[in-house]
Each structure stands twice: as structure tokens, then as C-alpha cells.
């Protein structure tokens, strides 16, 4: 049983339809990366799956559920779904630590003290645990995407979807990015990637999927995918690269 | 030169009066100000609730519904002078409460308040970017738990300087106020200028009172300005874990 099942998803925004039917299984412990050029609907396919964006038709399954249930708290969902924004979107009135800890105080009742130790855990993780105390607004770029990381995290997530994370970063701050992204790849987390970075894609994930027009083209390990595309759009767009 | 030994000599000799007036003036300011603060949080909270596409027909309507309202609230209370609010509202009103001047002095000044600082606080919400609160849900928190404990703080953060600014304004404009009999500073002043026959005078000593309490409040919310926006900027990079724990036990 794949961890989400996305079936024939079907999304409008007024007149023009950005995902015209995905079909797409994302099974637990694998890394997804999706490429696809710009305007082929991967945020907004991304921004479905954890439901900042409703569909119009078709289903989504986490843990072979139907995320759109009217039964479904669609809050505790949304805390096992961590989603890392291309403009990091930290809360820019608190400390690193706060940020990490809200959350876990205000959704998963967690106590202070279990919310900060687990926060100090995985700023450890991301290498910046001694600015947990320093104000949001004061970090790097890349140490900004890390903090949103470990936030992410500690929230124990069983899915952490990244809308690329390293496109508004300055280029020698995308590698401390993306080694603590391998190093979670590599401990077995879940992961759906949209990013422009091939070459992280062809290393870690174990799956790659091409998007353009709002469906899928071409699915399947970067090797394949990447050294031999069989479709003539998913080569014209490597070509591009 | 003439007129300042004057004013002197108006103001030793009825400084009470002057004193007094000043007292009620800053006791309607300030609480009006608090008070229409709390209406335009709400006010504007209300505002900045959207319409969301998987609202139903009848949630729509009433969003529509309480939108307008709060419509016509702000159209009428920033359209009208606050001096006809304060006649039409004290007459209209006190068969009702059968209140004192003072109680519906500042029940006006506060509603009027209330509708600019809805303004002031729906465009400091939108001052927050939205990226913050699609953060905040996307970690599972609720819409409300994101307005209050993300997009508020920030919201007011960033409009401080428009909210202090309001309380500047009720400082001056409670003067209007006499209509309705408020013993407030301009009541008394022309009060006393009344009963000496010295206009010119008595007014000058009323106009440096309230120069000195608009003055010296813009002093104070610029301080309070300069100590929220001073946020740690520095932060030492050799920390201990030891020392981050100890130091956060006391601020979580
Ligand atoms: N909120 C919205 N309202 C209207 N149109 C939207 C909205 N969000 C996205 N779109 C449109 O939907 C299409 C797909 O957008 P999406 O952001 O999913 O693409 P993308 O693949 O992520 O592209 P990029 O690589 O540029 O991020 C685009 O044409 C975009 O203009
Ligand atoms: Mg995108």
C-alpha cells in the first residue's frame, strides 16, 4: 500500500486547468523528485497533496484514507504532511526555537519542554543549534531553510514535501541545503521533491518524475529517466537543462 | 510678552481647572484609544477572513453578510464628523443608559477609534506576508491559532506607528467633546475664558497643555517604537547547548 495515492487529479484555476488527471503513488521511505518547466503544475500538485490548494476532481489517500473525507481532521493531516516552502516562510517575530516549537505546543499538545528538546534535536540535525535563540529574521537565506526544515521535522511527519527549496537561495548556500536533505533522504524519510537541481535529483531520489501541462509524461529512476528519456518532451526538456 | 505673564498668571491661579480638564482629556484618549484598538482587532480580524472555495453557499452569504456590515460601520464613523457622532449618540443613547457625559465621551471616541483602527489593522494584517500563515497551516495549526499567534503579532508590529498615532489624534479631537458637556481640557478652558472674559489668553495656556501631552506621548510611543523594533540583531556563535537550554527555560 503506497503512503499517498494520488488518483486523477483534476484542478482548475478559473478557466485554465493546471493538472489534467495525475495518477501518481508515492510509497513510504522513497524520494520523489519532480521536474517539469515552469507553469507545468508542480506546486500546484504539491500544494493539493497537502490541501493549501482544494482539487475539483479526483482523490488523494494518505494511508489509503481519502484526505477530502468529511471525516478527516484535516489539521491533524495537515501536521503529518511537512511542506518546505520556496521562500522558507519562517515566522519572522520569533526566535529559530519558537518557530520549532509552536506547533508541536499548539497542535500536537505537546509540553514545553518535550517541544523544545525535540526542537533542539533537530536543530542539531541541520547544524544550528546555536542559533536556536537568535531572531528568525537575522539568518542567511540557507540557514533560514534549514530552520524551516527542522520545523518541519519535529512535527514527525511521515511525508515532508519541499517546493523548491533551494530556487531563492544564493548558489553557495544551496549545498548546506541540500546535504541535510540527503542526510534525511538517507535516514529513510519520505520525500517529495520539486526542484531544478538534477543533479541531487539523479543522486538521491529513487524515483523522478517529468511533468509538463499539468500531467505526467514520464515517470521512473533518475538513471533511466535521466540517460534515456523515451519521451520527446522529457528530452527537449533535459536538452534544456 | 504681554500675553505670556498673562496665560502665567491665568494658569497659577486656575491650574486645577486646567489640571483637571487635562486628567479627563488623557483618560478618554488613552482609553478610547485601547478600546477602539480591541474593536479594530476584531473588526479587522473579521475583514481579513476570505471567502474560501470550499465554503458552502450559506457560509458565503454570511461572510458577505457581516463584510458589509462592517462596511457600513467604518463608512459611517470616518464619513461623519466625531462632533455630530457625539450629539446624535449621546441623545439618541441616553433615555437608554442615562449616562454620564464622560461614560458616553468615551463609548464615541472609542467606536470612532474602532473604525480607523479596523483600517489600520486589516492593512497590518496584509503587511504579513501570506507565506507565513500558509506555513503555520501547513504545520497543521488551526486559522484562527494562525491569526492570533502569527499574523496578530506581526499585524500590530508593523501598525504600531499608525496606532500611536491615533491616540495623538484622540488627544486633540476629544476636544470636541464639550458638546456633549465633558468636562474635558477644552470644556474647562473655555469655561475659565468664560468667566474672565479672557480668551486670547486662557486658550494659549490651553493650547501649550495639550502641545505638552501630544508631544511628550509621541516621545513615549517612539521609545516603545525603538524598543519593539529592537529585536537581537547579534547572536553569539559559540554557544553551548548548555547555555541555549538554561536560556530558553525561563522565555518558552
Ligand atoms: N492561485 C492561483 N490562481 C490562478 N492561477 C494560478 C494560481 N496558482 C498557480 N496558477 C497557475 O497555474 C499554473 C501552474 O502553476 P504552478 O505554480 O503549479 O506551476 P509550477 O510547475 O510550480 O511552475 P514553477 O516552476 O514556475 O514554480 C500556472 O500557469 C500558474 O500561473
Ligand atoms: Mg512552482
Known amino acids: 500500500m503506497p503512503l499517498i495515492k494520488i488518483e486523477n487529479l483534476h484542478k482548475k484555476f478559473g478557466n485554465l486547468e493546471v493538472l489534467k488527471g495525475i495518477n501518481f503513488d508515492i510509497n513510504k521511505g522513497s524520494v520523489v523528485c519532480l521536474i517539469g518547466s515552469s507553469g507545468s503544475g508542480k506546486s500546484t500538485m504539491l500544494r493539493c497533496i497537502n490541501q493549501l490548494e482544494t482539487f475539483d476532481s479526483g482523490d488523494i489517500l494518505f494511508n489509503d484514507k481519502s484526505i477530502v473525507d468529511k471525516n ?28 520549532c516549537t509552536l506547533a508541536q505546543v499548539k497542535v500536537l499538545n505537546r509540553s514545553n519542554e518535550e517541544a523544545k528538546e525535540k526542537a533542539l534535536f533537530f536543530l542539531k540535525k541541520v547544524g544550528l543549534l546555536n542559533f536556536a535563540n537568535a531572531n528568525a529574521s537575522t539568518l542567511s537565506g540557507g540557514q533560514k531553510q534549514r530552520v524551516a526544515i527542522a520545523r ?29 536533505m540527503k542526510s534525511l533522504a538517507n535516514d529513510g524519510l519520505t520525500m517529495i521533491v520539486v526542484t531544478h537541481e538534477m543533479g541531487f535529483a539523479q543522486e538521491v531520489a529513487n524515483h523522478v518524475v517529468f511533468m509538463d501541462k499539468g500531467i505526467i509524461v514520464e515517470e521512473g529512476h533518475p538513471d533511466e529517466l535521466f540517460n534515456n528519456p523515451k519521451n520527446s518532451r522529457t528530452k527537449e526538456f533535459l536538452n534544456h537543462m | 510678552m504681554e500675553l505670556i505673564t498673562n496665560a502665567f498668571e491665568i494658569f497659577t491661579k486656575y491650574y486645577p481647572s486646567f489640571i483637571l480638564g487635562a486628567k479627563f482629556t488623557l483618560i478618554i484618549a488613552f482609553s478610547g484609544t485601547i478600546i477602539g484598538l480591541f474593536i479594530g482587532l476584531f473588526i479587522g480580524g473579521i475583514r481579513a477572513i476570505k471567502v474560501e472555495s470550499t465554503d458552502s453557499f450559506v457560509a458565503r452569504l454570511f461572510k458577505k453578510f457581516i463584510y458589509i456590515l462592517t462596511e457600513i460601520y467604518i463608512a459611517v464613523f470616518r464619513g461623519t464628523p466625531m462632533m455630530v457622532q457625539a450629539m446624535f449618540i449621546y441623545y439618541a443613547l441616553k433615555p437608554v443608559f442615562n449616562w454620564e457625559p464622560i461614560v458616553a465621551g468615551i463609548f464615541i471616541v472609542s467606536i470612532n477609534t474602532g473604525a480607523y483602527m479596523s483600517e489600520i489593522i486589516r492593512s497590518g494584517i496584509q503587511s504579513v506576508d501570506k507565506g507565513q500563515s500558509e506555513a503555520a497551516r501547513s504545520l497543521g495549526m488551526s486559522s484562527m491559532q494562525t491569526m492570533m499567534l502569527v499574523v496578530l503579532p506581526q499585524a500590530i508590529k508593523n501598525s504600531f ?80 547547548i548548555d547555555y541555549v537550554v538554561n536560556l530558553e527555560t525561563e522565555t518558552l
Open chain 1, 72 to 99: 478527516a481532521n484535516i489539521n491533524k493531516y495537515r501536521s503529518k504532511v511537512g511542506m518546505v516552502f520556496q521562500s522558507f516562510n519562517l515566522f519572522n517575530n520569533m526566535t529559530v526555537l519558537k518557530n
Open chain 1, 152 to 180: 518541519a521535522l519535529c512535527m514527525d511527519p511521515e511525508v515532508l514535501l519541499f517546493d523548491e527549496p533551494t530556487s531563492s537561495l544564493d548558489p553557495e548556500m544551496v549545498q548546506e541545503v541540500l546535504s541535510v
Open chain 2, 161 to 240: 506607528p499608525s496606532i500611536g498615532n491615533e491616540f495623538i489624534v484622540n488627544i486633540k479631537d476629544s476636544s470636541v467633546l464639550n458638546v456633549i458637556a465633558v468636562t474635558e481640557l477644552y470644556f474647562q478652558t473655555s469655561s475659565i475664558a468664560g468667566s474672565i472674559f479672557k480668551f486670547e489668553e486662557t486658550f494659549f495656556v490651553s493650547a501649550l497643555i495639550y502641545l505638552v501631552l501630544t508631544y511628550t506621548t509621541s516621545i513615549i510611543l517612539r521609545f516603545i517604537e525603538k524598543r519593539m523594533n529592537n529585536t537581537k540583531t547579534s547572536y553569539p556563535s559559540s554557544q553551548t
